[in-house]
């Protein structure tokens, strides 16, 4: 008779294969875990510790913050002074997201209809170029480009044309010294920094935009302007929508560009990090930042039913 062969000792590993492969939920488990804990504990119970915060309300005379439920500090909103940094927010956002659209969808377009082989990637590099760089490197270099003495001055100044700038900055709401401390100069530096976040959406969308179709409108005696109103717009619609998604809410919650860029007006950012600093007043400052979350949440909802999340 011969001896029956000694099976090898199964190792940790192979225990641990066989265990996953007979219960793969508890595979699932282990993998989901840690992604849930951080998104459920850090994330989403900061923003319950903010929402609980928006509740209280602090003692005018004391200082001190009481825990007893009220809705006093959103009454607070409503006063003309806050209520003035939530529409300028609002509104800024709201300029900032239409103009990199129409500043994106020309670039997008070409990228996604006639850009090929070295021109697209030249068209990625560009458009990724800026988003590499530190964003308060940009921010600054924007401070001096906007500046009296920089370059735009200066080229102002050469060509005589400095009575253009000096107008725009006397026209009511865009009033300042200069480019670089006016809302216009915070308006071009959100479009310059958001811009990428537009046009990759965009561009990925307008990709989608079947070829036979725009063949068929010309078949059927569209002319250009007509298949791009009624074909290529109405495809391209949920990427511009994606886009705005970023372009509007990071516009909303910024607070270094504004205190950069056009110090003399105040926007939900800065209240937010000066009243939990300077001021002490948490409350308010976690009743103006969920007014973003919100406004985002509503947003959000509309940009899902047009299709937008198929853009992104």
């Not at 865009?174 to 976040?197: D, H, R």
Request: glycine residues 8%; positive net charge.
């Amino acid at each position: 008779m011969t001896a029956p062969a000694i099976l090898p000792a199964r190792g940790l590993a192979d225990r641990l294969t066989g265990l996953f492969w007979r219960h793969p939920r508890v595979l699932l488990a282990l993998l989901l875990t840690p992604p849930l804990l951080w998104l459920g504990v850090v994330y989403l119970g900061s923003l319950a510790a903010l929402l609980l915060q928006s509740f209280y309300a602090i003692d005018e005379f004391s200082g001190v913050v009481k825990e007893e439920f009220t809705l006093k500090t959103y009454g607070e909103l409503l006063r003309p002074s806050n209520f003035d940094i939530l529409v300028r927010t609002v509104i800024m956002a709201a300029c900032v997201t239409l103009a990199c659209a129409a500043l994106a969808f020309p670039i997008a377009y070409y990228a996604a209809r006639y850009a090929r082989g070295h021109w697209k990637a030249a068209f990625y590099l560009g458009v990724m170029l800026p988003l590499w760089s530190s964003y308060l490197v940009k921010v600054y270099a924007w401070k001096l480009i906007l500046a009296k003495e920089g370059i735009i001055g200066w080229a102002a100044e050469r060509t005589h044309t400095s009575w253009i700038i000096d107008g725009l900055l006397s026209i009511p709401g865009l009033e300042g010294s200069s480019l670089s401390t006016s809302p216009l100069g915070t308006f071009a530096v959100f479009c310059y920094i958001w811009l990428p976040y537009m046009i990759l959406p965009m561009q990925a969308a307008l990709e989608r935009v079947p070829t036979s179709m725009l063949e068929a409108s010309a078949d059927l005696g569209a002319t250009r302007a007509q298949a791009f109103r009624t074909v290529v717009l109405p495809l391209a619609l949920p990427g511009v929508i994606a886009g705005s998604i970023f372009t509007f809410s990071l516009t909303l919650g910024d607070y270094i560009i504004p205190q950069i860029i056009g110090n003399s007006a105040n926007f939900i950012g800065m209240a937010v990090y000066q009243l939990q600093g300077t001021a002490g007043n948490i409350p308010l400052a976690a009743a103006f930042a969920v007014v973003p979350i919100l406004i985002m949440l509503v947003y959000l909802a509309l940009a899902r039913r047009m299709g937008a999340f198929d853009a992104l």
